[in-house]
């Protein structure tokens, strides 16, 4: 009668759960690694902020007078020595109580390194009065954001 094996019995060799404890340890890093990867990806393609969004963002704030707003998406120099938000308040109010409508567009921007120029064409309406011009916007990027610095005009108002 042959005898029969000993289930218990390993051949000698202990069984340890070593080797699969550090292979699931390598695989959550692994993991981990990847989801990083993958999110640093998302926000530099999808979420970065462009100059195109810097200059929506202060025509949006101009136009809403939302000088929370103007003040984050400006520089310092932009801004100028004697700002305040009650003074530029008052400068857009005035224009409104003028009657004059602004219509703004971009039209094309670039970047190089850590400036950037987007050409927005604008419409000025005063009552019957139309207006058409091009100016630039030049913005420079501070502590990985954009922000507008100056504005040059490159084309002067043609009256239509």
Not at 7 to 20: I, V
Not at 39 to 62: C, K, M, N, S
Request: include cysteine; charge should be negative; proline fraction near 3%.
């Amino acid at each position: 009668m042959a005898p029969h094996p000993d289930s218990t019995h390993t051949g000698g060799r202990s069984r340890s759960p070593l080797p699969w404890i550090l292979g699931g340890v390598c695989a959550l890093i692994a993991i981990v690694v990847v989801l990083a990867l993958v999110a640093g990806a998302v926000w530099y393609f999808a979420l970065r902020q462009t100059p195109e969004d810097v200059i929506e963002e202060y025509l949006a704030a101009w136009n809403s007078a939302d000088c929370e707003t103007f003040e984050e998406v400006t520089t310092e120099k932009f801004k100028g020595e004697d700002y305040t938000c009650e003074v530029w308040s008052d400068d857009i109010e005035q224009q409104e109580e003028d009657g004059l409508e602004f219509e703004d567009e971009i039209v094309s921007s670039e970047v190089d390194g850590d400036r950037a120029t987007v050409r927005v064409s604008e419409t000025l309406t005063d009552g019957s009065d139309v207006s058409e011009g091009a100016f630039d916007c030049i913005l420079v990027r501070q502590d990985g954001s954009w922000l507008l610095d100056d504005i040059q005009i490159v084309e002067e108002t043609d009256e239509s």
